[in-house]
């Protein structure tokens, strides 16, 4: 008898910076959870931008943001996609659907389209505009 | 057997299959007007990622993906490697999502020479 499919999970540029950061809670636990074949991981290549933008707030020297990003893109079973003309056609129409904002509509726009199970994040605001679409979920949530 | 042939590879993840080709870069090498790219090309981790088409079974799409080798090792070296600026950051109660909004407001109000 085969296992249940994994969830599939869209992890959302702030639970990359937990990891970073090694805040409490349980971002890091998740993505060795998803490397080690707990979960099946997915990002968007928006979210390597939103990483590289923080980093550069912070200023972290653009050789270290380089490497972090470059090890961020090796991290095991997250797949990392790339938006195609077919999620820009629908994004007018999923922004209407839900209270979603232009920004976070990428990250949804691949959510969607690859249909996760769960968008994990911590921002409460991408949370209540797409909830009803795909629940979201923290890291502490899916690991209690 | 031929390389056509073998297109229809099932990976070890669930709903990844299908690796249909690499998608070559075609863009010529690009021109820096500043010192950039000698910056670029002494970090140790730089490589020239590779888009590859893939087929998802869980949603019935052709999608484009990153493709590069994966390293569980990285998980663990990137674990904490900005804990220096945690203090920094939990004093001016600022969280990840923050940073992230901060981020964008910086990018349109702000323009500002990169750093060295």
Request: hydrophobic share 40%; charged share 20%; aromatic share 6%.
């Amino acid at each position: 008898m085969s296992n249940p499919p994994q969830l599939r999970l869209y992890i959302d540029t702030n639970i990359f910076l937990d990891h970073f950061l090694r805040r409490r809670g349980k971002s890091s636990t998740l993505l060795k959870d998803i490397a080690g074949g707990r979960f099946d991981g997915i990002t968007s290549h928006f979210t390597l931008s939103e990483l590289t933008g923080v980093l550069k707030e912070l200023r972290v020297p653009h050789a270290d943001i380089n490497r972090i990003i470059g090890q961020v893109q090796a991290f095991p079973n997250i797949q990392i996609v790339f938006h195609d003309q077919n999620m820009f056609l629908d994004m007018p129409q999923n922004m209407l659907g839900t209270c979603v904002q232009c920004r976070d509509a990428l990250h949804f726009m691949i959510a969607k389209s690859l249909a996760v199970d769960r968008i994990v994040t911590r921002d409460g605001g991408f949370r209540n505009a797409v909830n009803s679409v795909i629940q979201c979920v923290t890291p502490e949530q899916l690991i209690p | 057997m031929s390389e056509p042939d073998i297109e229809s590879i099932v990976t070890t993840q669930e709903y990844w299959i299908l690796p249909e080709k690499n998608i070559e870069p075609t863009l010529t090498e690009p021109i820096y007007p500043s010192g950039t790219q000698a910056q670029i090309r002494d970090s140790v981790s730089y490589c020239v990622p590779c888009a590859q088409r893939m087929f998802d079974a869980k949603s019935g799409l052709q999608v484009c993906v990153l493709s590069v080798p994966k390293n569980a090792r990285a998980i663990d070296e990137t674990d904490g490697v900005l804990s220096y600026l945690a203090q920094e950051l939990e004093e001016q109660s600022l969280e990840p999502v923050d940073l992230v909004k901060r981020a964008w407001k910086s990018s349109e109000h702000d323009v500002q020479p990169p750093s060295a």
